[in-house]
């Protein structure tokens, strides 16, 4: 990581700030608000909110951080929760929604003393904007051309979705996969860090990374990308599946390995899976909230029109619908893994759970 780790957490604002003069700041508003918002959120958060820089990373002559910030637990045993935002350059609306919900946890995280007990019991680890160069640039991949989530070392095994599968002809073409064999591109290697940081040798950890422009729906997608086999860990998905739609019946999630709809070379969170569920005890479940953009679409069809229409919804009142709407989801997560061991499967649990998974998920490749 970078030396602003050490400093306080107003700190690293002012600091990124002082580098950028008028005329940046300007471009800055002007294509990337998401990040000025972000900043105005972080030069305000209580000091015991750690804001950190992961990554820098430089596009048209500019300079964008970006920003990790930590939040609650400190001991290396109590389980944690990752939020990730902004993959995909295009993408606003995940990291607004992410946004949101650490503005809320920041603001009540003052006064909120059932919030501050909760956060004594959980880990949070939120990057809110992982491709700030994407973004600024108003594009999926980030500034090298790379889609960072096709980068990860990882094939699929069969039948990869042609083109959208991930590629690797041109870096002017979408969904390119780049050079993982050789290093994955540096925004990827932040977030690597991150999980070989805060995630290995915890006994739980959920990761919500928050996508847009797939499908009619809100949907939870869960691994594997590469393959159409189930997980290892599958029985705790259905478990935290079923958990929720108890407790949040009005909600309507709709839960699916991510195999269920394509095939894709390179995806990161297969990799950390695997690489994290391979050697210790604990039980890592990354998951992707995937908004349904095409009923904005379909609402208003001239966001057709606009590239950032196929993936955000452009009119206020539906912005502000998704940016409530996820907030319930995010705080059911930090309350399960605060309590995960009230309800994930043991050893006497698993094998029916799992048989039920394979009924629900899996049926078709049986
Ligand atoms: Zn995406």
Redesign the pocket.
């Known amino acids: 990581m970078t030396e602003l780790r050490d400093l306080t957490p107003h700190a690293a604002i002012p600091a990124e700030q002082a580098g950028r003069d008028a005329r940046q700041r300007r471009q800055l508003r002007a294509n990337l608000p998401e990040l000025v918002t972000l900043e105005r959120l972080l030069a305000e958060a209580p000091e015991s909110a750690t804001v950190s820089v992961a990554e820098r990373v430089s596009t048209d002559g500019l300079t964008l951080p970006v920003y990790q910030v930590t939040l609650g637990a400190a001991e290396p045993s109590a389980p944690l929760v990752l939020l990730v935002g902004g ?2 350059g295009l ?1 606003r609306i995940g990291t607004q929604v992410v946004t949101a919900w650490l503005s809320m946890v920041l603001h009540r995280m003052r006064w909120d003393r059932a919030l501050q007990h909760l956060l004594g019991q959980v880990r949070v680890v939120v990057l809110p904007l992982l491709n700030p160069g994407g973004m600024y640039r108003n594009q999926r991949s980030n500034p090298n051309g790379v889609d960072l ?1 096709r980068n990860a070392p990882i094939r699929a095994q069969s039948g990869s979705t042609f083109m959208l599968g991930g590629q690797r002809w041109s870096r002017h073409l979408p969904w390119y996969i780049g050079t993982p064999e050789q290093a994955m591109e540096p925004e990827n290697q932040a977030l690597a860090r991150v999980i070989e940081e805060e995630v290995i040798g915890r006994p739980f950890s959920v990761a919500l990374d928050c ?1 847009s ?1 797939f499908g009619w729906r809100d949907q939870i997608w869960f691994p594997y990308a590469y393959r159409r086999r189930p997980m290892r860990r599958i029985a705790s998905v259905l478990a935290l599946k079923l958990l929720w739609e108890q407790a949040y019946p009005n909600h309507e999630y709709r839960f699916e390995p991510q195999s269920t709809h394509y095939l894709t070379h390179g995806d990161l969170w297969d990799h950390f899976y695997k690489r994290i569920n391979r050697g210790t005890q604990g039980a890592f479940l990354p998951l992707t909230l995937e908004m349904g953009s095409w009923r904005w679409v379909r609402k208003r069809p001239g966001q057709l029109l606009r590239l950032d229409g196929l993936f955000n919804p452009l009119v206020p009142h539906r912005t502000r619908r998704a940016l409530r709407s996820h907030l319930n989801w995010i705080d059911f997560l930090l309350h399960a893994a605060a309590s995960h061991d009230q309800w994930l499967p043991g050893q006497d649990q698993e094998p029916l759970l799992r048989q039920a998974a394979l009924q629900l998920w899996y049926r078709d490749n049986a």
Do not use: P, R
Request: glycine residues 16%; aromatic residues 0%.
């Open positions: 993959v995909h993408e989530m996508h422009g």
